[in-house]
């Protein structure tokens, strides 16, 4: 069963009206690897007609670039310099009725690269390094030039947007999310990678405040983007969402 825990105020919805103009909507989807952040937030996304935002990308587009650039990515400072002299920009593209953000490195967005197991390696060393997560950081809440989003990630409740009144966290078991890479024939130590995300000392992986705690194990994405969209269009404000 699914396991759904609601710990937020309902003071925040008077509080976004006020703002709306001003400040765009964020939805945090945070979460541990293969818990289903990306497909839901996805759906979720298209549902409600905001842009997606996902952040792991960003990390992995720094991890390659290290790589292309043969900078040592347990070399801390190395990275961190890498990491201060990339010249990179957002943007926004559609694809498949999806606005999606894309950070691009001189002009190119490496959507394949990305994912090779090399790339997959190299970015838990990356991602724990304090000067880029402070880039990141920036970086990402700077999409908010592109509209009201939904963001996936690690620390986008606790760290990127940790004022946003919307906040949730997917998990499932060990079992489950090793058995679903596996189905998507990829071969994966979560354990490893789960303990890398929530023992780093920068931002590490955990349960933001206030965020609704969505366990998935026995759920389709079907049902798990139901249960996210179905507590939003209670919650968000009349008006700022498609559907
Ligand atoms: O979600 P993903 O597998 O694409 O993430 C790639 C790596 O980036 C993973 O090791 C966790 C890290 N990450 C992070 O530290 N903070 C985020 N907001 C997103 C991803």
């Given at each position: ?7 937020n105020?309902e003071?925040s919805v ?151 009144d919307y ?64 507590d939003l269009r209670a919650r968000l404000p ?6």
């Amino acid at each position: 069963m699914a396991e759904f825990t609601k710990t937020n105020s309902e003071n925040s919805v008077k509080k976004l009206n006020l703002n709306l103009k001003k400040h765009p909507i964020v939805i945090a989807i945070d979460g541990t690897s293969a818990s289903g952040k990306s497909t839901n937030s996805k759906l979720v996304a298209k549902a409600l007609g905001y842009v997606y935002v996902d952040t792991g990308a960003m990390y992995r587009t720094l991890a390659w670039h290290c790589l292309k650039k043969n900078v040592d990515v347990n070399d801390a400072k190395a990275v961190a310099n890498a990491c201060r002299r990339w010249k990179t920009d957002l943007c926004c593209v559609e694809k498949n009725h999806l606005r999606v953000v894309h950070l691009l490195v001189d002009g190119y967005f490496p959507e394949k690269e990305i994912r090779t197991p090399e790339t997959a390696a190299a970015v838990s060393h990356v991602a724990a390094v304090p000067k880029v997560r402070d880039w990141m950081k920036k970086t990402q809440r700077d999409c908010i030039q592109f509209g009201h989003l939904v963001m996936e990630g690690r620390d986008i409740g606790t760290n990127v947007f940790p004022e946003t009144d919307y906040k949730f966290y997917l998990d499932a078991t060990l079992a489950e999310r090793s058995a679903r890479r596996a189905a998507d024939g990829v071969n994966e130590n979560l354990a490893a990678r789960d303990r890398r995300d929530s023992e780093r000392a920068a931002a590490p992986l955990m349960i933001a405040l206030g965020a609704r705690v969505i366990n998935n194990s026995n759920l389709t994405s079907a049902e798990t983007s139901k249960l996210l969209l179905d507590d939003l269009r209670a919650r968000l404000p009349a008006g700022s969402f498609l559907q």
